[in-house]
């Protein structure tokens, strides 16, 4: 959300180093040139609206951040490439191609491959759209950021899976400015 929307930055506490996967996306970002500052003895990560560009990155370690990579990619110059994702698509449900079909329905271009996505950020132009969140809050989510930067009304179904990972995820939506409305 703050490297796609926050002009003043987002401010994510209680974000020490960690042996979780999920930690990953801090070094994503950075090399996708996110302007962020993390102080991490007191825990706290601020990110800023930036220009990202596309890279290349392994998910064998951190099939979790599949979805989130890709929005990222279809808001970012270049080519962004996951590779190592084939078990990705035993997760909650195939993160992969309901990336891929979600992202191509807001207008974003993308391969799908067996064992990897790519996006290319530079031929794609987010536009609002009804996708399919798939009942899997981390591809509800990441639609949901894709949202923030795609012209137009984005409807993501199922948005009341959230709830199994971030229950006030909405509410951090809205604190951003984006207007979110539940059905």
């Known amino acids: 959300m703050g490297a796609l ?9 209680s974000a020490f180093p960690s042996a979780q996967g999920d930690i990953a996306i801090v070094d994503v970002l950075e090399r996708m040139g996110a302007d962020l500052e993390w102080d991490r003895e007191a825990g706290e990560l601020t990110v800023r ?13 951190t099939p979790d951040l599949l979805p989130t990579i890709a929005t ?21 449900t195939d993160r992969v191609s309901a990336m891929a079909d979600a992202l191509t329905a807001m ?10 996505l790519v996006v290319y950020g530079e031929d794609s132009d987010l536009t609002g759209a009804t996708v399919d969140g798939r009942a899997d809050h981390r591809i509800i989510m990441s639609l949901a950021v894709a949202g923030l930067v ?17 229950p006030g995820f909405f509410d951090v939506l809205a604190d951003l400015g984006a207007t979110v409305t539940r059905a």
């Not at 929307?5 to 506490?13: E, H, Q």
């Not at 220009?51 to 990155?57: D, H, K, M, R």
């Not at 190592?84 to 997760?91: F, L, N, Q, S, T």
């Not at 795609?150 to 971030?166: K, L, Q, R």
């Open 150 to 166: 795609a012209d137009g009304e984005t409807t993501v179904t199922g948005a009341e899976h959230v709830d199994v990972s971030f």
């Open 72 to 92: 990222l990619g279809a808001a970012a110059d270049g080519v962004t490439r996951i590779t190592d994702a084939e078990h990705v698509r035993y997760k909650e």
């Open 107 to 116: 207008g974003a271009v993308v391969e799908e491959h067996e064992d990897s």
């Open 49 to 61: 609206k930036s220009a990202l560009s596309g890279v290349e990155v392994g998910v064998e370690d």
């Open 5 to 13: 929307a926050a002009d003043d930055g987002l401010r994510i506490t």
